[in-house]
Nanobody, 126 residues
Framework: QVQLVESGGGLVQAGGSLRLSCAAS????????MGWFRQAPGKEREFVAS???????YYTDSVKGRFTISRDNAKNTVDLQMNSLKLDDTAVYYC????????????????????WGQGTQVTVSS
């Protein structure tokens, strides 16, 4: 059974930083593309970042240069370092694992990911 558990969310002032972590069990993150998505109140879930099985990374334009996705194969975790946070970054953040192994680019569509964590709230205040 695959489980993903996010942690690290919280309340931070604009311009601050947070580091989210996603711990996986039942699936080896080193062989799957992993993604981070977010959903703000009243909005649809949107792609934030992904990391392919070879380590290549992809970001949505609004977070490029501010967010960094990384993977720790020994711990079987995927992290999202978020710097220079803005009010618009407020959302529930979800990690997800791609449905196929050995994918270079997991893509931006949530439909390509088959297991999801429960989400962690990130609130950026002014």
């Amino acid at each position: 059974q695959v489980q993903l558990v996010e942690s690290g969310g919280g309340l931070v002032q604009a311009g601050g930083s947070l580091r989210l972590s996603c711990a996986a069990s039942g699936r080896t993150v080193s062989t799957y593309a992993m993604g981070w998505f977010r959903q703000a109140p009243g909005k649809e879930r949107e792609f934030v970042a992904s990391i392919g099985w070879t380590g290549n990374t992809y970001y949505t334009d609004s977070v490029k240069g501010r967010f960094t996705i990384s993977r720790d194969n020994a711990k079987n975790t995927v992290d999202l370092q978020m710097n220079s946070l803005k009010l618009d970054d407020t959302a529930v953040y979800y990690c997800a694992t791609h449905r196929l192994q050995y994918v270079y680019n997991g893509g931006r569509s949530a439909e390509q990911y088959d297991y999801w964590g429960q989400g962690t709230q990130v609130t950026v205040s002014s």
